[in-house]
Nanobody
Framework: QVQLVESGGGLVEPGGSLRLSCAAS????????MGWHRQSPGNEREFVAS???????NYADSVKGRFSISRDNTKNMVYLQMNSLKPEDTAVYYC?????WGQGTQVTVSS
């Protein structure tokens, strides 16, 4: 079992920044990737970013250049730095590792 707890969501104005955190516990594997997905009302959950055990990152086209994913294997943490936020980034953001999901954290971008 893997437990994932996201935090750092909130309300931010367009153009603002947020940093999401995901604390992992249980059967963590530093050999596996970690990632973020998001889901907005009426839409399917979609990929946002991932980071491999070696630090290789991948991003959805919609967030490239604005979001940055990182991980700290010593603390079993993964982060998502989100800059230049847009209203269309509004969603519940989920952390994923080895097929396990966190409960999500709400991000709302609105003026």
């Amino acid at each position: 079992q893997v437990q994932l707890v996201e935090s750092g969501g909130g309300l931010v104005e367009p153009g603002g920044s947020l940093r999401l955190s995901c604390a992992a516990s249980g059967r963590i594997s530093n050999l596996h990737s970690m990632g973020w997905h998001r889901q907005s009302p009426g839409n399917e959950r979609e990929f946002v970013a991932s980071i491999s055990s070696s630090g290789t990152t991948n991003y959805a086209d919609s967030v490239k250049g604005r979001f940055s994913i990182s991980r700290d294997n010593t603390k079993n943490m993964v982060y998502l730095q989100m800059n230049s936020l847009k209203p269309e980034d509004t969603a519940v953001y989920y952390c994923i590792h080895r097929g396990y999901w966190g409960q999500g954290t709400q991000v709302t971008v609105s003026s």
